[in-house]
């Protein structure tokens, strides 16, 4: 597996489980990329609503991902994601800030029930989101929860027999009919087969995915509270703004890059002046002025054109290949890999060693490519939008 974010962890878990021998490498450590720089939302669901989602993917598609990402909780759950510190059984809240938002949540409830979720509308509250008399209602999914990141790829680490190899870099993939090497500074590591879990970072190791995956920064800062002010994971602005209680004394709040859509993209993972000051005037709006901010950053996810992740066999380039390659991407999460990360490597083991069905084909996004859809700006869920 390369790459020691969500997906190399969980796709190298699942396949010790099936008797593989399966080796993490990572060019840094565990969750040093967007895995380990986001805020941690556990959430149900990817577009931001429901309603959107069913406009742009349909109502099968829609129905399906959303349940996809009920599993993954499910699966985390499973884990022990529930046992660490950090973990918040929390609703997730979709606010309306505008009447118009508020039109678009309520037929989301509407089409949620009718396909079988679980899903509340609340027009009050007791937390500072509610005092601030902004909110025309909000959509909450109710059995959300909230994870510091980092402990929770630290968790699943831990349940790995073979150590990640850290501090690799790879440089290049070549093949040849023993399988694949990885070329790093230190050695040539050689295998029968790899899956590459590098998110947006893929391109840059195999050309043939740029455009398929594109790279988008997202922004974060936290900020002392003093004590519990927020009761639940909010997003606001159709997901472009997001914010949740850390610690007790401590939220972490995130987003506007909706506003510089064209400023943040590539690799750069430094925060910018522009961002991290429109984030402080939106959290302003619930926390009044004068903002004691303990931190900010920032990271690199992957975007795709409509928003979902890809699975499938490539060549060294990273050209679409027959399914017997043993060369393998999975990612794009779109801002949500905390919220599907997990079972989407999965199934990336499953497809890739036994020919199971691949849900996410790669096949599907360089066709929307070809049809000229442009990666979205934004997404309710990792570093953009929470998890």
């Not at 720089?37 to 129905?63: C, I, P, Q, S, V």
């Not at 399906?64 to 022990?80: I, V």
């Not at 505008?98 to 007791?126: I, P, Q, Y």
């Not at 914010?243 to 400023?263: L, M, N, S, Y």
């Amino acid at each position: 597996m390369l790459g020691g974010g969500i997906t190399g962890i969980s796709a190298a878990l699942a396949l010790e489980r099936a008797g593989v021998d399966a080796l993490v490498v990572e060019r840094h450590d565990v969750a040093s990329g967007a895995s380990g720089r986001n805020a941690g939302f556990l959430m149900r669901g990817a577009a931001d609503n429901y309603a959107a989602g069913a406009r742009e993917l349909g109502r099968d598609a829609t129905r399906r991902l959303w349940r996809w990402t009920e599993e993954n909780l499910a699966m985390l759950r499973a884990e022990g994601v529930e046992s660490l510190p950090s973990y918040k059984r929390v609703p997730s809240a979709l606010l309306a800030l505008t009447d118009e938002e508020a039109a678009e949540l309520l037929e989301s409830v509407r089409l949620m029930r009718e396909d079988g979720f679980a899903v509340e509308w609340a027009e009050s509250g007791t937390d500072r989101v509610w005092a601030s008399g902004l909110p025309k209602g909000a959509l909450l999914n109710p059995g959300d929860g909230s994870v510091n990141p980092v402990d929770l790829l630290r968790m699943l680490r831990g349940k790995l027999r073979r150590e990640p190899l850290l501090h690799h870099e790879v440089s290049a993939i070549t093949l040849d009919g023993a399988g694949v090497r990885l070329h790093a500074a230190q050695a040539v590591i050689e295998a029968s087969r790899c899956l590459v879990g590098l998110n947006a970072f893929t391109p840059l190791l195999l050309p043939g995915v740029e455009g398929v995956i594109v790279p988008r920064r997202g922004q974060m800062l936290a900020v002392r509270t003093g004590r519990v002010v927020f009761d639940m994971s909010y997003y606001a602005h159709h997901g472009s703004e997001y914010f949740r209680q850390a610690t007790p004394e401590v939220a972490v709040v995130g987003g506007w890059r909706k506003h510089f859509v064209d400023e943040e993209v590539g690799y750069d993972d430094r925060t910018t002046e522009n961002v991290q000051r429109g984030i402080e005037g939106f959290a302003e709006q619930f926390l009044g002025r004068g903002l004691d901010v303990t931190a900010r950053w920032a990271g690199t996810m992957g975007f795709t054109a409509d928003g979902l992740p890809v699975i499938g066999p490539v060549d060294e380039r990273g050209g679409p290949a027959k399914a017997d390659s043993p060369l393998w991407i999975c990612g794009g999460y779109t801002g949500h890999g905390m919220s599907m990360g997990f079972k989407t490597a999965h199934a990336a083991a499953a497809a890739m060693m036994t020919g199971a069905e691949n849900p996410f084909p790669l096949t599907r996004a360089a066709i929307g490519r070809r049809q000229g859809r442009a990666a979205p700006g934004c997404g309710p869920g990792g570093v953009c939008s929470g998890g």
